[in-house]
């Protein structure tokens, strides 16, 4: 029975964070569940720092308020996190303590509220035994499996401040040049620029040729309109140019270390040497992330946080809370990591996500006919040590047939250090760690490596190899 939920938020703000935290404690409360959230984020986990929240005296009265009540952790990975030793920086994986403090706090549930990286770190704790429920959390637009994350509505809505620039632009016969955020998404230029009737739009997604931009200012010219207006995104760049990077920094892996911006700059002053037309850029920045939500982003951030509760009460974990074709509905965390929704952003750092799709006509494929062969190739070709102590997954889109001749649309690759599976008592622990079918059978027999244990039940296979000392578990799902 759920009596305890917590709630964290990570990334950077974006209106509707209120609203969701008053929905979930709301809902929570109807039904007897204690909601708690932790203090900005991730940091407030690993430190267990937490609060109370409740509709009375916490939540009351946010719902139209920006910001987030509990505050937000940015560039915080607990699995690859910064700390201090003999002086120096260095990185470690502090999941486990997270772990420890949600198990100690009798914390039944915990909502993530954030992006593909947030709910990437959730995946992780799920893999951990932890009941997770993600909320797609972002002015960019990009999570995948949802037709619309929170803040995305308010993020549009500022930068239609286009407006204003339109009358600047036809007084003075200027080229007036909005650049907006969004990082490698380009969903707030493509419509905010639809919205305020911009006259070209420059997405991350299709690099930009800068002579179609002023054929374009000068067939305007040419039909008597001596001024436009273009919207930039963050992220946009030049055919065979990159992005515009204003600063970076050392966070470590699984986190955003470049800061974009100048991209506007750098369109409005070739616009201007081009065209002889005076180019002006205005950059919006983080005036897009504060400030009251609209309606619109307060109803779906309410809707949000509703069913994310509703989720919880159900049982039904590990997955994140989205809105397919304007209903609300549910996925896996399998599903949203490292698929970025197309138009075709890539979130900056998903790169480096521990999650690879392998084709069928991949020679990882091709090469390999036994399952720990291609368990090999897999870390040899991510540069994966057999010996990190480290959970990873592979989500492969293939057809495999191995002893059963059964097929499997996907299959996921689980590799865990003797840390996280104990040797002893292995195959009771398998079985009930693993599957709840109570016809599973159990099948030893030696393989290349020191030995191979099989489970087969009716919908899933599970593979453990043992090699040198370390354990490392294979599930083949049947979708």
Same mark, same amino acid.
């Given at each position: 029975?759920?009596?305890?939920?917590?709630?964290?938020?990570?990334?950077?703000?974006?209106?509707?964070? @209120?609203?969701?935290?008053?929905?979930?404690?709301?809902?929570?409360?109807?039904?007897?569940?204690?909601?708690?959230?932790? %203090?900005?984020?991730?940091?407030?986990?690993?430190?267990?720092?937490?609060?109370?929240?409740?509709?009375?005296?916490?939540?009351?009265?946010?719902?139209?308020?920006?910001?987030?009540?509990?505050?937000?952790?940015?560039?915080?990975?607990?699995?690859?996190?910064?700390?201090?030793?003999?002086?120096?920086?260095?990185?470690?994986?502090?999941?486990?303590?997270?772990?420890?403090?949600?198990?100690?706090?009798?914390?039944?549930?915990?909502?993530?509220?954030?992006?593909?990286?947030?709910?990437?770190?959730?995946?992780?704790?799920?893999?951990?035994?932890?009941?997770?429920?993600?909320?797609?959390?972002?002015?960019?637009?990009?999570?995948?499996?949802?037709?619309?994350?929170?803040?995305?509505?308010?993020?549009?809505?500022?930068?239609?401040?286009?407006?204003?620039?339109?009358?600047?632009?036809?007084?003075?016969?200027?080229?007036?040049?909005?650049?907006?955020?969004?990082?490698?998404?380009?969903?707030?230029?493509?419509?905010?620029?639809?919205?305020?009737?911009?006259?070209?739009?420059?997405?991350?997604?299709?690099?930009?040729?800068?002579?179609?931009?002023?054929?374009?200012?000068?067939?305007?010219?040419?039909?008597?309109?001596?001024?436009? *207006?273009?919207?930039?995104?963050?992220?946009?760049?030049?055919?065979?140019?990159?992005?515009?990077?204003?600063?970076?920094?050392?966070?470590?892996?699984?986190? %955003?270390?470049?800061?974009?911006?100048?991209?506007?700059?750098?369109?409005?002053?070739?616009?201007?040497?081009?065209?002889?037309?005076?180019?002006?850029?205005?950059?919006?920045?983080?005036?897009?992330?504060?400030?009251?939500?609209?309606?619109?982003?307060?109803?779906?951030?309410?809707?949000?946080?509703?069913?994310?509760?509703?989720?919880?009460?159900?049982?039904?974990?590990?997955?994140?809370?989205?809105?397919?074709?304007?209903?609300?509905?549910?996925?896996?965390?399998?599903?949203?990591?490292?698929?970025?929704?197309?138009?075709?952003?890539?979130?900056?750092?998903?790169?480096?996500?521990?999650?690879?799709?392998?084709?069928?006509?991949?020679?990882?494929?091709? @090469?390999?006919?036994?399952?720990?062969?291609?368990?090999?190739?897999?870390?040899?070709?991510?540069?994966?040590?057999?010996?990190?102590?480290?959970?990873?997954?592979?989500?492969?889109? *293939?057809?495999?047939?191995?002893?059963?001749?059964?097929?499997?649309?996907?299959?996921?690759?689980?590799?865990?250090?003797?840390?996280?599976?104990?040797?002893?008592?292995?195959?009771?622990?398998?079985?009930?760690?693993?599957?709840?079918?109570?016809?599973?059978?159990?099948?030893?027999?030696?393989?290349?490596?020191?030995?191979?244990?099989?489970?087969?039940?009716?919908?899933?296979?599970?593979?453990?190899?043992?090699?040198?000392?370390?354990?490392?578990?294979?599930?083949?799902?049947?979708?």
């Amino acid at each position: 029975m759920l009596k305890k939920v917590g709630i964290l938020i990570n990334g950077g703000d974006a209106p509707g964070l @209120n609203a969701v935290i008053r929905a979930i404690t709301r809902t929570a409360e109807k039904n007897g569940v204690e909601c708690y959230g932790f %203090i900005d984020g991730f940091n407030g986990l690993l430190n267990n720092n937490y609060i109370k929240l409740d509709h009375e005296q916490i939540t009351s009265g946010i719902l139209h308020k920006g910001g987030a009540i509990i505050g937000s952790s940015l560039n915080s990975n607990v699995f690859n996190y910064k700390v201090i030793e003999d002086g120096k920086e260095v990185y470690k994986d502090l999941s486990e303590q997270c772990v420890q403090n949600l198990k100690n706090d009798g914390i039944d549930c915990l909502f993530t509220l954030g992006g593909d990286s947030t709910q990437k770190s959730a995946r992780d704790f799920s893999l951990r035994g932890i009941n997770v429920i993600g909320v797609p959390k972002t002015i960019d637009n990009d999570v995948a499996c949802t037709d619309e994350t929170f803040g995305f509505n308010t993020a549009v809505s500022v930068a239609t401040a286009l407006d204003r620039l339109h009358t600047t632009a036809e007084t003075h016969n200027r080229i007036m040049v909005l650049e907006v955020m969004g990082r490698y998404a380009g969903w707030i230029t493509l419509e905010s620029a639809i919205a305020g009737g911009a006259d070209v739009a420059l997405l991350p997604e299709i690099p930009y040729d800068i002579d179609k931009v002023v054929e374009k200012i000068q067939a305007r010219q040419k039909a008597g309109k001596n001024f436009s *207006v273009v919207v930039v995104s963050e992220g946009a760049f030049p055919k065979g140019g990159s992005i515009s990077v204003k600063d970076t920094r050392e966070g470590g892996k699984g986190v %955003i270390n470049i800061q974009l911006g100048g991209a506007g700059d750098i369109v409005a002053k070739e616009l201007e040497r081009r065209t002889g037309l005076i180019s002006r850029n205005t950059t919006l920045g983080y005036l897009q992330r504060g400030g009251t939500p609209t309606s619109t982003d307060r109803i779906l951030s309410t809707k949000y946080g509703a069913k994310a509760m509703e989720l919880a009460l159900e049982g039904k974990f590990n997955v994140l809370t989205v809105l397919k074709d304007g209903k609300l509905d549910y996925v896996s965390l399998e599903d949203v990591v490292g698929n970025n929704k197309v138009i075709g952003a890539v979130e900056g750092g998903t790169e480096d996500s521990n999650m690879k799709v392998v084709k069928m006509d991949d020679a990882l494929i091709k @090469n390999s006919k036994r399952p720990w062969d291609l368990l090999r190739r897999l870390t040899e070709d991510l540069s994966v040590d057999f010996c990190e102590k480290c959970v990873i997954i592979f989500k492969l889109l *293939v057809n495999i047939l191995h002893k059963k001749k059964e097929k499997m649309e996907q299959m996921k690759f689980f590799i865990a250090t003797s840390t996280e599976i104990p040797k002893k008592g292995m195959k009771n622990y398998l079985c009930r760690k693993f599957t709840t079918n109570p016809e599973v059978k159990i099948n030893c027999f030696m393989g290349r490596v020191n030995f191979t244990l099989k489970l087969w039940s009716s919908d899933s296979v599970y593979v453990v190899v043992d090699g040198e000392g370390d354990i490392y578990f294979v599930q083949l799902q049947k979708k």
